[in-house]
């Protein structure tokens, strides 16, 4: 029974280090950053590079995805839509692409492309059913006291609160919690509400989360109830709604910080975008130093408005 007993922990032993050597490869194998994500969720494009039309190849069908969330596809009931078939509607949506973002119009994803589809952005799209929305809601490059105007409103629209609405009250409420790099969101939000209320006639107000507000602020993952899910590390940041909706989530599953390192998003920064569609202002694809451009390089720091901003802001509610 003795021998029995030592033969039985012997084997208990060795498989005990079999399962730990095999643990620590797989961990070694997806090393997982201090956030716990497993990928980046536009990385799956860089794979793309150098793809054109006529082609499958795997990996197509998200980059498909990719455009649609954007509002730069629609499939609509083609055959296509879910397949690596790279056809005549990817080529064309990659081509309006390439031209909102003014890069050389190929139709093919260059390297160019490829990487500036790969920087982190806002996920609110820049297009609805494939036309500039800002372009049919007054004339491109209007003349203002800072020169050139850029600036654009939601489409149909313009989207504005009602002019007896100055007063705008916000609450907290995630369903995710504990987000690291947040733990000042409050004082940085009402940083960033206080840049469009130096340029306007807003007033902003925190209220308790049980209080009825016109904003509401929360992080969150995945799918969250608003039908435009969060696609997880390094994608879509954050989106908000024109008024008067008034919902602004942030992604859970980002890397935020109030002071950013090279692989951090700015907290402020992003705020102040995501505050300028809750006021009615839409994506700026011209001007990439202004507020309302939509992509969000990591550790860049970007807080205050330009003047496209303000005149845009200032345009859309009659200020002068």
């Not at 799956?44 to 954007?70: M, P, R």
């Not at 609405?165 to 409420?173: E, I, Q, V």
């Not at 451009?293 to 859309?316: E, N």
Request: contains cysteine; charged residues 20%.
């Amino acid at each position: 029974m003795p021998a029995m007993a030592s033969k039985t922990a012997s084997v208990c032993v060795v498989f005990s280090l079999l399962i730990f050597v095999l643990l620590s490869q797989k961990t070694l194998a997806k090393p997982t950053d201090p956030h716990g994500h497993q990928h980046d969720s536009f990385k799956f494009i860089q794979h793309l590079e150098g793809c054109h039309k006529g082609q499958n190849v795997s990996g197509l069908q998200e980059l498909k995805k990719y455009l649609t969330k954007f509002g730069y596809l629609n499939y609509d009931h083609s055959k296509h839509a879910n397949d690596d078939e790279f056809d005549d509607l990817l080529e064309s949506a990659i081509k309006s692409y390439q031209k909102s973002f003014h890069l050389n119009v190929t139709g093919s994803l260059d390297t160019t492309t490829v990487k500036q589809m790969m920087v982190p952005r806002c996920g609110v799209p820049d297009v609805v059913n494939g036309t500039r929305k800002g372009t049919k809601n007054h004339n491109r490059k209007l003349k203002s006291i800072h020169g050139v105007s850029y600036y654009e409103f939601f489409f149909p629209g313009p989207l504005r609160w009602p002019p007896t609405k100055t007063h705008l009250r916000y609450r907290f409420a995630s369903s995710a919690s504990q987000v690291p790099g947040t733990e000042n969101v409050r004082s940085i939000c009402a940083q960033a509400f206080q840049k469009w209320a130096q340029v306007t006639s807003f007033t902003f107000e925190e209220v308790p989360a049980t209080s009825s507000a016109d904003i509401t602020i929360g992080f969150h993952r995945g799918a969250h109830g608003d039908m435009a899910p969060f696609d997880g590390f390094k994608g879509a940041l954050a989106h908000a709604n024109p008024p008067t909706g008034g919902n602004f989530h942030f992604d859970a599953d980002e890397k935020w910080s109030a002071n950013p390192g090279p692989n951090e998003v700015d907290l402020e920064s992003v705020a102040v975008h995501e505050i300028g569609h809750l006021l009615g202002l839409d994506h700026n694809l011209d001007l990439p130093d202004a507020i309302m451009y939509p992509k969000f390089s990591y550790g860049i720091v970007k807080r205050d408005l330009t003047g496209d901003d303000i005149d845009g802001i200032r345009a859309l509610y009659g200020l002068q």
